[in-house]
């Protein structure tokens, strides 16, 4: 009915940046919030970034002021840009977006399959 596949990831150097990208397909009528989240191995899953439909934005303290979180409505895409990342940023990081997939109808969550990002020392 409707997938969310996440993109970008990969091995980075601590400092580096990378931009991770969500795209979603299907049967969508409309798109509300959006968001990242991230889970290392070990660790709950927790919150990185969301963007809700008017673009109000919120930021994990851990990564405020490195992350920026984007949104392309045309694409029903959304984009994570991180930047000085450091070796705690490594984890499995999914998308996730909550979508009505005709006029009318409730708004229902997705999840991405996630994708690896890796931040070595």
């Known amino acids: 009915q409707v997938q969310l596949v996440e993109s970008g990831g990969g091995l980075v150097q601590a400092g580096g940046s990378l931009r991770l990208s969500c795209a979603a397909s299907?049967?969508?009528?409309?798109?509300?919030?959006m968001g990242w989240y991230r889970q290392a191995p070990g660790n709950q899953r927790e919150l990185v970034a969301r963007?809700?439909?008017?673009?109000?934005?919120n930021y994990a303290d851990s990564v405020k002021g490195r992350a920026t979180i984007s949104r392309d409505n045309g694409k029903n895409t959304v984009y994570l840009q991180m930047n000085s990342l450091k070796p705690e940023d490594t984890g499995v990081y999914y998308c996730?977006?909550?979508?009505?997939?005709?006029?009318?109808?409730?708004?229902?969550?997705?999840w991405g399959p996630g994708t690896q990002v890796t931040v070595s020392s």
């Open positions: 996730s977006a909550d979508v009505s997939t005709r006029p009318s109808v409730n708004f229902r969550n997705y």
């Open positions: 299907g049967t969508i009528f409309s798109i509300n919030t």
């Open positions: 963007i809700t439909g008017g673009g109000s934005t």
